[in-house]
Antibody, heavy 117, light 110 residues
Framework: QVDLVQSGAEVKKPGASVKVSCKAS????????MHWVRQAPGQGLEWMGW????????NYAQKFQGRVTMTRDTSISTAYMELRRLTSDDTALYYC??????????WGQGTLVTVSS | QSVLTQPPSLSAAPGQKVTISCSGS????????VSWYQHLPGTAPRLLIY???KRPSGIPDRFSGSKSGTSATLGIAGLQTGDEADYYC???????????FGGGTKVTVL
């Protein structure tokens, strides 16, 4: 069965970076784009971008351009999302999601990132 | 400010039906399929509807979806206390080249 397992919770100071991983299993990793979506406390779902695991090509939401990098390691079927120059506004639950608006969607369990001094 | 517009909250008694609207534009809902999610805080969103009106296996037929023009609707019939959650619509936006979501609708069962 398809499973997306994310790395554990992180606590970071303002200005730092965070890198969240998402290990895929149960399907061909390179066959589906991987998206990243976050939800800040009391807020809705916010799409951050996607990576094509086959080519490494990326597409980032304009809001995160220049501050986010999505990468992958096909040898271990793992996608990564790194967010830099963190502020308190980046405190959120971060999800990886396969095909989030399609018919073959699967989501990770979420990774809580807390930014606090 | 979300690209897709949903009512912030709705409430109804057990057994009643609620309909949640999702309004967009020609660059998103008007020309792309819509999905609907049920989301409980701290958990992964659960797909209820994809391709405007299709239900994944395991989703009860109490949940239904429709689309007309640049708006979509999620219906929840026979409301149960377990349906209390946040509901989101989502789709692709061809102009933004981005996935867009509604702001979410909190459903309360009275």
């Amino acid at each position: 069965q398809v499973d997306l397992v994310q790395s554990g919770a992180e606590v970071k100071k303002p200005g730092a970076s965070v890198k969240v991983s998402c290990k895929a299993s149960g399907y061909t990793f390179t066959g589906y784009y991987m998206h990243w979506v976050r939800q800040a406390p009391g807020q809705g779902l916010e799409w951050m971008g996607w990576i094509n695991p086959k080519t490494g090509g990326t597409n980032y939401a304009q809001k995160f351009q220049g501050r986010v990098t999505m990468t992958r390691d096909t040898s271990i079927s793992t996608a990564y999302m790194e967010l830099r120059r963190l502020t308190s506004d980046d405190t959120a639950l971060y999800y990886c999601a396969r095909d989030p608006v399609g018919d073959s969607t699967y989501w990770g369990q979420g990774t809580l990132v807390t930014v606090s001094s | 400010q979300s690209v897709l517009t949903q009512p912030p909250s709705l409430s109804a008694a057990p057994g009643q039906k609620v309909t949640i609207s999702c309004s967009g534009s020609s660059s998103n809902i008007g020309n792309n399929f819509v999905s609907w999610y049920q989301h409980l805080p701290g958990t992964a969103p659960r797909l209820l509807i994809y391709d405007n009106n299709k239900r994944p296996s395991g989703i009860p037929d109490r949940f239904s979806g429709s689309k007309s023009g640049t708006s979509a609707t999620l219906g929840i019939a026979g409301l149960q206390t377990g349906d209390e959650a946040d509901y989101y619509c989502g789709t692709w936006d061809s102009s933004l080249s981005a996935v867009v979501f509604g702001g979410g609708t909190k459903v309360t069962v009275l």
